[in-house]
């Protein structure tokens, strides 16, 4: 389905200038720096210790792996890994942060620069990066409908979280969607995080400004904060950049502000005034000594990279012929991309075989909520099916009532076409009688197709098709008729 794009400055003298500033979550077992396990839906508290607790004494320690799974998003992302990085403390005092700080990284973060490659509509676009950080997650204050009263839950407290900062290069809210998609690819095909946004463990900041469109200057910015869905990040962003179009049309001001977005009422309210990064009051973190990282080590890491869903994107069209519409749905789908690739190990028609796993396959998988695999319909009985309608064994109408049969079991193909009774005939005596019996019924139809008419033959295939039941193979049926009526 095609959707409107949505571009917010179109018809004003006015660009928009976006940025995003995106949280993960890494699935490491623990957290970032203590030893409690790193696990969503606990019962509040429970997943704690005085490291994450801020314990006055406790020490923190770094989580190795969380550092190699921030070297790798790096590394998928063509940026600079730093050979020598610190933590830092930023101060601010909230409820839900029992430190009074939270341990982050200031002016030497782990990776710089970098690029994610988007894709919108036809366009290819190369979204700079500013920089990637670890840091640590703060806790969650719960505010009850109805009740006075707040509590505050920490065993999200000191989990480990990603900071993916992109340069303003993007300029509408589909542009920004198309990058937050693909960042969270990037991260699911690397494996380093859930990426459930409605969880949390991915969450989206967006600052915004805009400018006489052709100038280049950045002007006084917004940021918008806590964004947990796609669809939110694209309207909230359109929402903000009509609301500072009417501000400059009508001669005010953009204040620097940060603000909420209320998805519900479609509008965004004043949290605060902007902070300066010298309101949190940045040291060097004492209780940490600094990383550094050897470059076989780094190197190693890069060596261990999979394929990333961009280049896996173009292979699928440029190696295997797929469309872009086929290779996109793939791509988006690791589980899906993998199952269609071992179909193809198996049965070299890429494009046959894209079809039922686009269609057939991602439909049951999306009706049940499982993984391509888990529909019950291994990759070698596909192939054994898309075999069977390329051999003319059976219809690729009826095909489907045969997918549908093979779910939840492990019978052949060829047995599931025969039991039920869906087998194309394609067996050059019986279909002749088949032929001769219709034009024996239809003379004047037959005399047409004598005379050339092609919506005669088609008239003519129809009716032996009714009489198989359908089973006839359509194309032997044309050429019959042609042959016997002389007409081909
Ligand atoms: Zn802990
Ligand atoms: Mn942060």
Redesign the pocket.
């Known amino acids: 389905m095609a959707k409107a794009k949505l571009d917010p400055t179109e018809g004003t003298p006015f660009e928009a200038v976006i940025g995003l500033?995106v949280?993960a979550q890494l699935k490491t077992r623990t957290k970032m720096f203590c030893g409690c396990e790193n696990r969503y839906g606990a019962e509040p508290n429970t997943l704690t210790c005085p490291v994450c607790l801020g314990h006055p004494g406790s020490l923190p320690a770094i989580n190795r792996r969380a550092v190699e799974y921030a070297v790798r998003v790096g590394l998928a992302c063509g940026c600079e890994i730093a050979r020598f990085t610190k933590f830092d403390r930023?101060n601010y005092y909230y409820p839900d942060l029992p430190k009074n700080y939270?341990i982050?990284q200031y002016d030497m973060p782990l990776c710089g620069g970098g690029a994610i490659d988007v894709y919108v509509g036809e366009a290819k676009r190369r979204i700079g990066l500013t920089r990637i950080?670890l840091?640590e997650d703060a806790g969650k204050n719960i505010h009850a409908e109805g009740r006075p009263e707040s509590w505050v839950d920490l065993n999200r407290a000191g989990v480990p979280?990603l900071?993916i900062v992109s340069k303003p290069d993007l300029g509408t809210p589909e542009e920004a969607g198309a990058y937050l998609r693909m960042l969270r690819q990037i991260l699911l095909y690397l494996d380093v995080s859930d990426c459930n946004m409605e969880e949390g463990s991915l969450r989206c900041d967006v600052n915004v400004s805009i400018r006489p469109r052709g100038t280049s200057a950045l002007e006084t910015r917004t940021e918008i904060k806590n964004l947990n869905s796609f669809t939110f990040v694209e309207n909230a962003l359109a929402h903000e950049i009509r609301r500072q179009i009417k501000v400059r049309s009508s001669g005010g001001t953009v204040e620097q502000q940060t603000l909420l977005y209320d998805p519900a009422r479609d509008e965004t309210r004043v949290m605060r005034g902007k902070e300066e990064a010298h309101d949190y009051r940045y040291f060097p973190e004492p209780d940490l000594a600094p990383l550094s990282f050897t470059e076989e080590w780094v190197e190693g890491l890069r060596r261990s990279l999979p394929e990333l869903p961009a280049a896996r994107y173009e292979r699928l069209q440029n190696a295997l012929g797929l469309s872009a519409y086929h290779a996109d749905v793939l791509v988006r789908d690791r589980g899906m991309a993998d199952f269609f690739e071992e179909c193809v190990a198996l049965y070299p028609k890429p494009q046959a075989v894209a079809n039922w796993v686009v269609n057939a396959v991602r439909e049951e998988a999306n009706i049940r909520q499982v993984s391509a695999r888990e529909t019950g319909v291994s990759p070698s009985r596909l192939v054994d099916l898309v075999r069977a309608i390329d051999e003319g064994k059976v219809s690729n109408q009826k095909a489907r009532d045969v997918f549908k049969a093979l779910l939840g079991n492990e019978r052949p193909v060829a047995d599931v076409i025969r039991a039920l009774g869906l087998e194309q005939i394609s067996d050059d005596a019986f279909l002749r009688d088949a032929v001769s019996a219709v034009i024996q019924e239809h003379p004047g139809p037959a005399e047409d197709v004598r005379k050339g008419k092609k919506n005669s033959v088609n008239f003519l295939v129809g009716q032996v098709m009714r009489r198989t039941k359908g089973q006839a193979n359509p194309g032997m049926v044309a050429k019959l008729i042609g042959e016997v009526l002389g007409a081909s």
Do not use: A, D, P, V
């Open positions: 500033e949280h930023k939270q982050s950080h840091e979280l900071e």
